[in-house]
């Protein structure tokens, strides 16, 4: 069975770019999860959803950082005018049933790189 | 708040040397998870174990085993006879009452040599 996953693997844009990334969750997963992971740190989260809807956002940085699944299945994050501290990897996640501490699966991340 | 510790940041073992990855965390929950994942240089976070506060019984799975104590709020996992296969970025996590969100700490790197 397919797991997580998420394209581009690797973006490269200029600063001031907008970019957008996608996850296809595991087919029928409740939950989706996107986390941010600076190099040498773990990973940190961003946003969750519960099918369409988003039901915490706490852990966006800032307005330019914006998250829909609008048909409850593929999610794309999408990032605006890009600045060199967005470089790192995001990490989408997905897990079967939206329960406190459902096992999380996770994609293979897409690596950001803003110049 | 929650917070995970893990203050090894870099171990190096030669092939079957047994090793533990230690885990602190704090939470003022008295129902939270505590999760083990392996990252291999490819990127992907895989799961490796689940564990509920209310069972503190140790797990062994194959070379694997975790050693959950509440009392000193350590959950270390220790792998016996290591491989080279073993060679990853281990993060423990925390996933406390009424968050969907793990915590995550910084992560420890293992490099098991030949």
């Known amino acids: 069975g397919a797991g997580v996953s998420q394209s581009p693997r690797y973006k490269v844009a200029k600063r001031g770019q907008d970019v957008a990334l996608r996850c296809d969750p595991i087919?029928?997963?409740?939950?989706l999860f996107w986390y941010q992971q600076a190099l040498g740190q773990g990973p940190e989260f961003l946003t969750y959803f519960q099918n369409e809807a988003q039901l915490d956002k706490s852990g966006l940085p800032s307005d330019r950082f914006f998250a829909e699944r609008p048909e409850g299945s593929v999610s794309t994050l999408k990032i605006q005018r890009t600045q060199q501290e967005d470089s790192a990897v995001y990490l989408c996640?997905?897990?079967?049933?939206?329960?406190?501490?459902?096992?999380?699966?996770f994609g293979p991340g897409t690596r950001l790189t803003v110049l | 708040a929650q917070k995970v510790t893990q203050a090894q940041t870099e171990i190096s073992v030669v092939e079957k040397e047994d090793v533990t990855l230690d885990c602190v965390y704090e939470?003022?929950?008295?129902?939270?998870?505590l999760f083990w994942y392996k990252q291999p240089p490819s990127g992907e976070l895989v799961f490796l174990i689940r564990r509920n506060s209310f069972d503190e019984q140790n797990e062994i799975s194959g070379r694997y085993s975790w050693n959950f104590q509440k009392s000193t709020s350590s959950f270390n996992f220790t792998i016996t006879a290591s491989q080279v296969v073993d060679s990853a970025v281990y993060f423990c996590?925390?996933?406390?009452?009424?968050?969907?969100?793990?915590?995550f700490g910084s992560g420890t790197r293992l490099q098991v040599q030949p």
């Open positions: 939470t003022r929950d008295t129902t939270y998870y």
């Open positions: 996590a925390l996933s406390d009452t009424g968050r969907r969100a793990l915590t």
């Open positions: 087919s029928g997963h409740v939950s």
């Open positions: 996640a997905s897990s079967l049933v939206d329960v406190q501490a459902d096992t999380q699966y």
